[in-house]
């Protein structure tokens, strides 16, 4: 009888640790606390003790010492990392501990346009609040356009710092590939030239013939007389929201293409890849004249008669729609 007794006091135990341990591995494995996707931020230097507090004073585990334990336990040994998560709904104590120790933070976006100013990059960059610090207007031309992703706290200038750098790396892949005979003879002329074909025309397959026509214009020594130009000096690229008034357009500065012959001292906006690339390999034409045509393209033109007939073209086609 004392041997039977053993055994089944011996397999009650056997039970209940299996019980112990099933109960023990589904608080790890089984669902968390978690009913929608959370966000949840661990700041730098956090312990893993600090983020258990945490996560228990949310609401999100149920008890910060059991968690700890499992994880000693159940989890690997790898450090936690800073930044903002976003943990899934019905998400286990495992998993949450995995997204912790991989680094899967989220990641934000920040989308600098072609053609977007440094005055107006500077804006969304101060405006986006979950960036931290400050910094100065970044010079012109030196943010290469394109979306970026960034960590919640992050630093602007860590942002800014990889806009530019982006902007510096395609100009050192680019500028070996240029075409022999193109109108400028250094990156920093070329990288001008391509915020005056940026702003110019917002039409894509237009690029390479507008950087045709404007090479053709400085190779020729005349004047550039691209209207960007002379609001550039007056709003650092936002838009004039008026017409052009004759006193800007007979201005004397370092910008203004009506009122002197070449390049401005430096870019009027941040171009894109493709401006870049149009100056670089820009259209073999004769043309040294545009002018819209009403399509939101240009009519270009060889001769300065074929020109004023598509002025003349385009002043009939505003006389029609009202606006003259």
Same mark, same amino acid.
Request: net charge negative; no cysteine.
């Given at each position: ?6 055994? !089944? ?11 112990? #341990? ?12 978690? +009913?929608?996707?959370?966000?949840? $931020?661990?700041?730098?230097?956090? $312990? ?27 989890? /690997? ?23 912790? *120790?991989?680094?899967? !933070? ?14 107006? !990059? ?41 806009? *530019?750098? =982006?902007? *510096?790396?395609?100009?050192?892949? =680019? ?7 193109? #109108? ?10 391509? %915020? ?28 550039? *007389?691209?209207? &960007?130009?002379?609001?550039? &000096?007056?709003?650092?690229?936002? &838009?004039?929201?008026? @017409? ?27 171009? /894109?890849?493709? %401006? ?17 045509? +009403? $399509?939101? +393209? ?12 598509? !002025? ?6 505003? @006389? #029609?729609?009202?606006?003259?």
């Amino acid at each position: 009888m004392k041997t039977r007794g053993a055994l !089944v006091l011996g397999a009650l135990a056997a039970l209940l640790v299996a019980v112990g #341990a099933v109960w023990f591995a589904s608080g790890w494995w089984g669902s968390a606390k978690i +009913g929608d996707d959370t966000s949840f $931020t661990v700041p730098s230097g956090s $312990t893993l003790t600090s983020v258990a507090n945490r996560l228990e004073e949310e609401g999100i585990i149920a008890s910060a010492d059991a968690f700890l334990l499992r994880a000693k336990i159940l989890g /690997g040994g790898d450090p936690i990392q800073a930044g903002e998560f976003l943990l899934p709904a019905n998400a286990s104590q495992a998993q949450i501990l995995d997204m912790f *120790q991989d680094g899967k !933070v989220i990641r934000r976006f920040v989308t600098v346009p072609e053609g977007m100013p440094s005055i107006l !990059v500077w804006e969304r960059l101060m405006a986006e609040e979950h960036l931290t610090g400050d910094i100065p207007v970044p010079q012109e031309g030196s943010v290469l356009p394109d979306t970026y992703d960034f960590e919640r706290g992050e630093e602007r200038a860590a942002v800014l710092a990889r806009m *530019q750098a =982006a902007m *510096q790396n395609y100009l050192a892949e =680019a500028w070996p590939k240029r075409k022999p005979g193109i #109108a400028v003879d250094n990156v920093k002329d070329a990288l001008v030239l391509a %915020s005056i074909v940026e702003k110019e025309t917002g039409v894509p397959g237009e690029r390479r013939m507008v950087a045709g026509l404007y090479s053709n214009r400085l190779k020729d020594g005349m004047m550039l *007389q691209a209207d &960007p130009t002379i609001i550039y &000096p007056i709003t650092k690229g936002k &838009p004039l929201g008026r @017409r052009i008034r004759q006193s800007e357009i007979s201005a004397v500065n370092d910008y203004n293409t009506y009122s002197m012959v070449g390049l401005p001292k430096g870019p009027i906006t941040n171009p /894109g890849r493709e %401006s870049i690339a149009a100056v670089l390999d820009p259209a073999k034409t004769e043309a040294r004249y545009m002018v819209a045509d +009403g $399509t939101g +393209g240009h009519a270009f033109a060889e001769t300065l008669a074929e020109h004023n007939a598509n !002025v003349e073209k385009w002043f009939a086609l505003r @006389r #029609a729609r009202g606006e003259m």
